[in-house]
């Protein structure tokens, strides 16, 4: 995975990521209600958040939660100018770093990360690496996504990322974490034309492992392939993404 690149690209869309971030939305609104109702509230002390972005799953956490200490990670310093209402707050900080390092400080009660991990070399191992920064009773709570996402255009281009199903989300974490919360959706959007599902991934850094942009040909190609297998009857044309939770306990 090209860290620089995927950087690079959602530092280009963090001004647009929360006015297009509908789907995101509605997985952080899932997320932090389902921490609410599964952990109890003596596991929501000290928490880290992975991968933050401007704030969105933040500001929904915080609505339901009063964490005595947070830290924020995002690969990307540039979201932090998003969050300057969240630092206003003195037990919330802020630190810009490849989260896979896993350079963070032991001792938290609760591990949260929102539409992040699929863009990690190794996920497996950053979740079970997780494991040694919880207290003795932490959680580790997480929304990705599965290997139907955006599957439209997958079925068209090369460009997707080694998504993982739940069934070996679940395998692996079985073997560290006792899992109390696992659920699967499919969630779809519809758009006017091809161009505006590009458009679309483009506002919210989806398109943040293709190296090369698009000739012109290419583009034509694209839209015209996509029209003639996924038109709706209404002439529209869907975007389907799959989204996985899982919350577990040390």
């Known amino acids: 995975m090209d860290k620089t690149l995927i950087r690079r690209r ?80 003195k037990r919330i900080h802020f630190a810009a770093s490849d989260a896979e390092a896993l350079n963070f400080p032991s001792g938290q009660n609760l591990i949260v990360s929102c539409s992040a991990i699929q863009w990690f070399d190794q996920p497996e191992k ?21 290997p139907q996402n955006v599957k439209e255009v997958v079925s068209l281009t090369s460009d997707t990322l080694p998504y993982r199903s739940l069934k070996e989300l679940t395998d692996v ?38 190296r090369q942009s698009w000739t012109r040909g290419e583009l034509d190609d694209f839209c015209r392939r996509y029209k003639e297998q996924f038109t709706a009857p209404d002439g529209t044309v869907p975007l389907t993404y799959h989204p996985i939770y899982m919350i577990c306990k040390k």
Do not use: W
């Open 126 to 146: 950053f979740l079970a690496g997780c494991r040694r920064l919880l207290t003795a009773d932490g959680y580790l709570a997480f929304s990705t996504f599965g």
């Open 173 to 210: 974490l079985s073997a560290e974490y006792q899992i109390v919360y696992s659920r699967e959706e499919k969630l779809k959007l519809s758009f006017a034309s091809p161009l505006e599902v590009l458009k679309h991934l483009k506002e919210t850094g989806v398109t943040g492992i293709r």
């Open 10 to 89: 959602f530092a280009k869309a963090v001004g647009s990521y929360s006015i297009r971030a509908d789907v995101q939305r509605q997985i952080a609104y899932h997320m932090a209600d389902a921490i609410g109702k599964y952990i109890p509230s003596g596991g929501r002390r000290n928490v880290l958040e992975i991968g933050c972005g401007t704030g969105m799953f933040t500001r929904a956490f915080l609505h339901r939660a009063t964490p005595e200490r947070l830290l924020l990670n995002d690969l990307c310093p540039e979201v932090e100018p998003y969050l300057t209402d969240l630092l206003a707050n």
